[in-house]
């Protein structure tokens, strides 16, 4: 059973279009992150939710943001998805940030930009 | 320099090789290390962690020398399921601080 589910699979979107991406999950964690992965690169954290405390990476653009209306789901916004946003966006939960470094990946989402 | 580096190969190995790959890090106050495979288009999932005094499951045995900042992963006996991209990432106590190495790519051949 899927315990981080991210929608949709794939997702294509146009130059300048805004696009959300979805994460939802099933494990209860209080924390929730958004990872943007491009091909041969190492996942690179965007940022995450301490339960509803925001946390953002210094060198995230301002071109993406984030929502988390609940524990269960997480947003991924990009306000206006430029060609170097085409990547695999990866969500991913942990229990608690401070001690526990064990995390629990969803099957990512890759976003084409046309 | 990057704070984890990772030979990004790829390495093309028959079945049944033994197969070894290294990875270095920087930041000398890391203190948790592990390995992760990622196939192709999908999502990282956990190998194994990799503890000071090394640790083995089934075919695979991780190292770490603290000294000379390297952690490695032994695979003995490749299979062609082996195949896939492997992540070396280190840890300064929170999952907040994991950092990822770019991986190496392993191809095992028939």
């Known amino acids: 059973d899927a315990m981080v589910i991210q929608n949709p699979r794939y997702q294509v979107t146009q130059f300048g279009k805004p696009v959300t991406l979805s994460c939802s999950q099933t494990?209860?964690?209080?924390?929730m992150y958004w990872y943007q992965q491009k091909s041969s690169q190492a996942p690179k954290l965007l940022f995450h939710?301490?339960?509803?405390?925001?946390?953002n990476e210094a060198d995230t653009p301002d071109n993406f943001q984030s929502r988390r209306p609940n524990t269960s789901f997480c947003f991924l916004d990009i306000r206006s998805p430029g060609l170097g946003d085409a990547a695999m966006y990866l969500c991913?939960?942990?229990?608690?940030?401070?001690?526990?470094?064990?995390?629990?990946f969803g099957s990512g989402t890759q976003l084409s930009v046309l | 320099r990057k704070e984890v580096e990772q030979d990004p190969g790829p390495f093309n190995v028959p079945e049944g090789a033994t197969v070894a790959f290294n990875c270095t890090y920087s930041?000398?106050?890391?203190?948790?290390f592990f390995w992760y495979r990622q196939d192709c288009r999908k999502e990282p999932k956990l190998l194994m962690s990799?503890?000071?005094s090394g640790n083995e499951d089934g075919r695979f045995t991780a190292q770490l020398n603290r000294a000379s900042q390297y952690i490695s992963l032994l695979i003995r006996d490749s299979k062609l399921s082996d195949s896939a991209t492997y992540l070396c990432v280190v840890g300064s106590g929170s999952a907040r601080q994991l950092t990822f190495g770019s991986g190496t790519q392993l191809t095992v051949l028939p």
């Open positions: 991913a939960t942990s229990y608690d940030r401070a001690t526990n470094e064990k995390l629990f």
């Open positions: 939710y301490y339960d509803k405390d925001f946390n």
């Open positions: 494990l209860n964690h209080n924390v």
């Open positions: 930041n000398s106050a890391s203190q948790s």
């Open positions: 990799v503890y000071s």
